[in-house]
């Protein structure tokens, strides 16, 4: 598949790409989307939460009165989940939510996410570039330039550029990601996917290996 390269300030240029259908134009599987996803939503949990329970709780152990005859319920303590202040009955305990999902099943995922990006013509690829200097106010002219003022947009890079990064800081909807940690929960996430043309064969690499 051919595809038009465009500059940073939004116009067409000579030159053109030509993306992998192996990872840009497949069937996608929404499963594993759908497993990738929960992995990496899962993988964003702390797992820190921690309630007290009866042998945690501190409080009198004292039986509050008789087992029978009083025609009330049965109370062991006052530490009963029954009263405010009592213990948290099967609470939740400090745990990890990480799960394991095979290479290539997160591969078919990512690919997967692509192609819907490139089907719903939500993807779009610059010639590589870089700023003179870091600022935000050219971050948001590129956006312009694209009409992406406002939206959420993922740009992805094949080396670490300094300049562009510090230029997307400031800016809530937008987040700049090296092609090596190009994500599915990512790709999905952005309106608009911005690919400078060095990132493309950084991709190919990785779902080659």
Known sequence: MEVVVYNIKGTETAS?????????????????????VKQYMANQRQGTHDTLEKSTISGST?????QK????????SIKSPLFRGGARVFGPHPRDYSF????KLKRLARRSALSYKVKD?????????TFDTPKTKNFTELLKNFQLTGKKTLLVIAKFEENVLLSSRNLKRVKVVHAADLNTYEILDATQLLITAASIKEIEKIHQN
Do not use: M, Q, W
Request: no cysteine; aromatic share 6%.
């Open 16 to 36: 053109k790409v030509v993306l992998d259908d192996a990872i840009f134009a497949i069937e996608p599987n929404d499963h594993a989307i759908y497993l990738d």
């Open 62 to 66: 004292r039986k509050l009165h008789k």
């Open 69 to 76: 005859g009083t025609g009330g319920s049965r109370k062991g």
């Open 100 to 103: 394991k999902l095979n290479k």
């Open 121 to 129: 013509n939500h993807l779009t690829i610059l010639e590589d570039f």
